[in-house]
């Protein structure tokens, strides 16, 4: 089998091998050189630095936005199939949701910047450690990085920009072995869901598209079903937006424990959550987290890095029996191999979403509730 970067369905054309696989590998990788077949859905290019000979940023910018959600649908429903035993939807049915008002460029507010040796801030060609030195992607807010390509930074730091909820621009410089240095801005950016405000660290996460959050609060609020004097556990919980979610549900009388490995977050979720008694963060590991728990959740909500969750944390929770769990996942294989085993855990998949929120990208956000048979 072989995978063609840059291709669209149904389209021939002319690819060069990038990788043949060895060993028990059954595919190999191929990049397009030459469209000669294309698709009705190609269109010319939405990212002007993106492409076969460009930044690795925006890999789906040469389709519509409509083909784009449609083949992020199709591999979440076969990865459901062939990694989770789960039949979502039938590929041709399977469509990735648009986020907010469903624009494909501009959502980016919030990105890194790696530095070359002499100084210029780029982004990485695909698999790559050369970088691009124009910075003009179509992923993010106009204006983010102006004048950011033409100054000089330190070969050993990273550049991370963000603009924020106050449309307030920072730009911070980190890296590892160096201190951190505000470049621009503040340190902290100013961010807001429903009524709430934040302050995160610029080199801390934070959903990257504008309307993700609030998106993704409103949909866990919903689907947790909490009633007051409920238990919630939020694991891999950032800096608390659904902790604070589930802590308007139990009310004063529940509990909501919100677990991060991540020391900036955990601080920036305590101070946010401070008038919140009913919430308490944990900064660890959710596997030590769960470890110490005597009492059973009503509730557990996930949101785990791009390697999931795994098996480890998804058999504590099926032997803590938590009955309904709501779990988010940003990589579509890691969420099916997540789902397949809450399933041979004994739980069945109630209901479940698929965002198209990263356009321009393969990249989705899967979100599926599970119950307890």
């Given at each position: ?8 369905p149904?389209?021939t ?17 191929a ?22 000979d ?15 959600r ?43 910047l ?43 730091a ?20 160096r ?59 950032g800096?608390g ?34 008038d ?22 009503d ?8 390697t ?53 990208t ?12």
């Amino acid at each position: 089998m072989v995978f063609v970067r840059y291709a669209l369905p149904g389209e021939t054309v002319r690819a060069r091998l990038v990788h043949t696989g060895s060993g028990r590998e059954k595919f190999w990788n191929a990049e397009v050189v030459e469209v000669l077949e294309p698709s009705a859905d190609r269109v010319d290019p939405w990212c002007p630095i993106a492409g076969v000979d460009g930044a690795g940023c925006c890999d789906l910018a040469f389709a519509t936005p409509e083909a784009v959600r449609r083949v992020k649908g199709a591999v979440v429903a076969n990865q459901l199939a062939r990694l989770g035993d789960y039949r979502w939807r039938a590929e041709d049915d399977a469509v990735a949701e648009p986020v907010g008002d469903g624009g494909h460029t501009g959502w980016r507010t919030r990105v890194r910047l790696d530095v070359s040796d002499d100084g210029r801030a780029g982004f990485h060609r695909y698999h790559s450690a050369e970088l691009v030195h124009r910075l003009d992607c179509a992923q993010l807010e106009a204006g983010m990085v102006a004048g950011l390509a033409e100054r000089r930074w330190p070969s050993d730091a990273a550049v991370h920009v963000a603009v924020d909820d106050e449309a307030h621009r920072h730009v911070v410089l980190a890296g590892r072995g160096r201190r951190t240095e505000v470049a621009e801005g503040e340190y902290e950016t100013v961010q807001r869901v429903a009524g709430r405000s934040w302050r995160v660290p610029v080199t801390a996460f934070w959903q990257a598209h504008r309307d993700a959050p609030a998106l993704y609060s409103a949909l866990v609020t919903e689907w947790a079903q909490l009633e007051p004097g409920m238990t919630a556990w939020d694991l891999y919980g950032g800096a608390g937006v659904f902790a604070a979610a589930l802590a308007g549900s139990v009310g004063p009388t529940g509990r909501v424990l919100s677990v991060d490995t991540s020391r900036g977050a955990s601080r920036a979720a305590r101070a946010a959550l401070a008038d919140l008694d009913t919430v308490t963060v944990v900064t660890d590991s959710v596997r030590r987290a769960l470890a110490g728990q005597t009492a059973r959740a009503d509730v557990a909500v996930l949101d785990p890095p791009r390697t999931g969750a795994g098996r480890d944390v998804i058999d504590q929770l099926a032997a803590a029996e938590v009955p309904r769990i709501v779990h988010i996942g940003c990589e579509a294989a890691s969420f099916a191999r997540d789902v397949g085993l809450y399933r041979q855990h004994g739980y069945d998949v109630e209901q479940l979403r698929v965002f198209d929120s990263f356009p321009l990208t393969h990249h989705v956000e899967c979100v599926a509730v599970l119950t307890r048979r």
